[in-house]
């Protein structure tokens, strides 16, 4: 329920400021954006709650654990669908001369390492291995791969602990640096292509796939389980 959702939002963003000082709390929570952004942030972490009932209780615990950047600007989109959360965070961290977003889905749990071990791949989009919600589960990382008549289908990668080069990904726990900030707010400026867009198979995958065909890098670290 709304009202419920927006509690659960007032209660993890008292609760963050507790353990981390330094730390912003913006909470859109009608769509629209506030707080003071004039000073630049090491770090925007978005967690859309609208369409999932709230913050699970584990992905609250494995956030509190979680080792972030003092200057964290946390941002929990509530009461909007996922597309415009997504294209709201994106635009604040645009805003916030934020190096990195981080993207978390707020039904994920991790461990207190899983950003520095995000952080330290050398890619424009990271992210750790995570899989469907229906059976049978599979990666939701996958590898472009081309057929006859200038198709092409996407295959879910095989984890093996080691780093993946991927063509898209969801976005359960996904770090996008500046450079893939700035190209996408500037498509939409430029080409009113919004960043993330409703499409058949997610817009998560869109999403990445066009920074692909863009030039940016991906990867996957499949030792990382989210």
Not at 4 to 30: F, N
Not at 39 to 64: C, E, N, W
Not at 127 to 152: H, I, K, N, Y
């Amino acid at each position: 329920q709304p009202a419920y959702t927006r509690g659960v939002a007032q209660h993890v963003g008292e609760a963050l400021h507790r353990p981390r000082a330094a730390q912003v709390q913006i909470q859109p929570g009608d769509g629209k954006h506030g707080g003071d952004l004039r000073q630049k942030a090491d770090l925007l972490v978005s967690m859309p709650a609208g369409t999932r009932g709230g913050i699970h209780p584990r992905t609250f615990q494995s956030y509190i654990r979680l080792k972030l950047p003092d200057k964290t600007i946390f941002n929990m989109p509530c009461d909007v669908p996922t597309v415009s959360a997504r294209n709201t965070s994106l635009q604040i961290a645009h805003e916030a001369g934020a190096k990195a977003l981080l993207f978390i889905d707020s039904d994920m749990e991790f461990l207190g390492d899983s950003y520095r071990r995000l952080s330290a791949l050398n890619a424009d989009i990271c992210c750790g291995l995570f899989f469907t919600r229906s059976a049978p589960s599979s990666p939701t990382v996958m590898v472009r791969q081309e057929e006859d008549g200038g198709q092409f289908s996407l295959r879910s990668i095989v984890p093996d602990g080691k780093v993946h080069d991927i063509d898209a990904c969801g976005m359960a726990f996904t770090l996008i640096r500046r450079k893939v900030i700035e190209w996408a707010m500037k498509e939409s400026v430029e080409k009113g292509i919004p960043p993330f867009r409703h499409v058949v198979f997610g817009e998560d995958l869109d999403f990445v796939m066009r920074a692909r065909k863009a030039g940016f890098t991906a990867k996957c670290d499949t030792s990382l389980l989210i």
